[in-house]
């Protein structure tokens, strides 16, 4: 198909009358020091209720230096959305090009919270972002299947964060002490998720 552009920031998108069916994070060099990796996950969560939608990494795509790039993939063409470097950006993409999804106000806030901590380098800030996450969660926003996949998303980020398998470079490894909590959140987190 054919493939037109959207330099992410610099005007907006083509609003499509077609549902895309793929979303491709690239995953090149030049992308993934641009947290590409991060930016597919990020994707992942926030199109979670698309039945028919695709998240998938992809080989590079060319556009080096211009990253992170994600081609939005329509029965009929592509659409290159280059320089992903924002919450804002990302839920864009999604809310766009994908017909019909909306993104909720809790899902947006621990979104955006999520998308931060997985960029954050601070152990600290990072526990306190998640913690602060958590928190949304428990102050009333009662119990359903969207607030139990979002809490067992957290617990995920957290346990990673107490292990320091995160990827982030420089990184020390955490104490023995903070291994039984870890194993607690990702426990739990299995007990939450929707099956």
């Known amino acids: 198909g054919s493939c037109a552009r959207w330099v992410g920031g610099t005007g907006a ?3 499509c009358c077609a ?20 930016l597919l996950r990020d994707l992942e969560e926030l199109c979670i209720g698309c039945e ?11 556009r080096c230096g211009s990253g992170p790039n994600v081609e939005v993939v329509f029965s009929d063409r592509t659409l290159a959305v280059s320089g992903v470097r924002s919450y804002e950006q990302t839920e864009k993409i999604v809310t766009s090009h994908v017909e019909g999804h909306v993104v909720g106000k809790l899902r947006r806030q621990i979104s955006r919270i999520k998308y931060a901590a997985r960029r954050e ?9 998640l913690d602060s996450a958590l928190s949304l969660l428990t102050s009333g926003q009662g119990p359903g299947e969207e607030s139990a996949q979002l ?7 957290r346990s990673q964060a107490l292990l320091q398998h995160d990827g982030h470079p420089g990184a020390q490894p955490s104490p023995a002490s903070d291994h039984p909590a870890a194993l607690a959140d990702a426990r739990r987190a299995t007990e939450l998720a929707p099956r």
């Open 52 to 62: 028919d939608l695709v998240c998938e990494p992809r080989k590079c795509m060319g």
């Open 151 to 157: 809490h067992s998303e957290l617990l995920v980020l």
């Open 13 to 15: 998108p083509r609003r």
């Open 121 to 129: 380098l601070d152990l600290s800030a990072r526990l306190r972002m």
């Open 19 to 38: 549902m895309a069916s793929r979303l491709r994070v690239c995953r090149g060099t030049s992308c993934a020091s641009h947290q590409g990796r991060l």
